[in-house]
């Protein structure tokens, strides 16, 4: 199941009318301090804003994995970050799941952010709607 990633950790936003909703502010931050790692770890991806946040999305072994940064009430220090990983199934779509990989992309988001020294770092395993399980 997926997990949800909360902490805090001021970041500078140069233009805040860059971002599609409040939700997106200094989203970019983050996951430009994650976007080296991932690289690093999964090659190519695909990373841009959306409505609801920031992303980047990239496979590895099959598995699809997400790392979807959202600003909580539109703080830009207050973050959350949904790490999903995804399976296919035949004719019915991907299916979110349990993975190793999904484990392994905790660990190094996780790493990451703790070397950038964000505060009230707090880790929540949810179901496939985000809701506490």
């Known amino acids: 199941m997926p997990y949800i990633v909360t902490f805090v950790k001021p970041v500078q936003v140069a233009d805040a009318e860059q971002y599609i909703n409040d939700c997106c502010i200094g989203g970019d931050v983050v996951l430009d301090q994650l976007l080296p790692s991932l690289r690093e770890r999964y090659g190519d991806l695909q990373s841009n804003q959306e409505d609801w946040g920031w992303f980047a999305w990239f496979e590895q072994h099959g ?17 959350q970050i949904h790490l999903t990983s995804w399976t ?32 009230g770092l707090e880790v929540e395993r949810v179901n496939e709607r985000y809701m506490p399980t």
Not at 91 to 115: M, N, W
């Open 63 to 79: 598995v699809k994995l997400a790392v979807d940064v959202h600003t909580n009430d539109g703080n830009a220090g207050e973050f």
């Open 88 to 119: 296919p199934r035949l004719l019915l779509g991907a299916k979110i799941q349990d993975t190793p990989e999904l484990d392994s992309l905790r660990e190094l988001v996780l790493a990451q952010l703790r070397a950038w020294a964000v505060t």
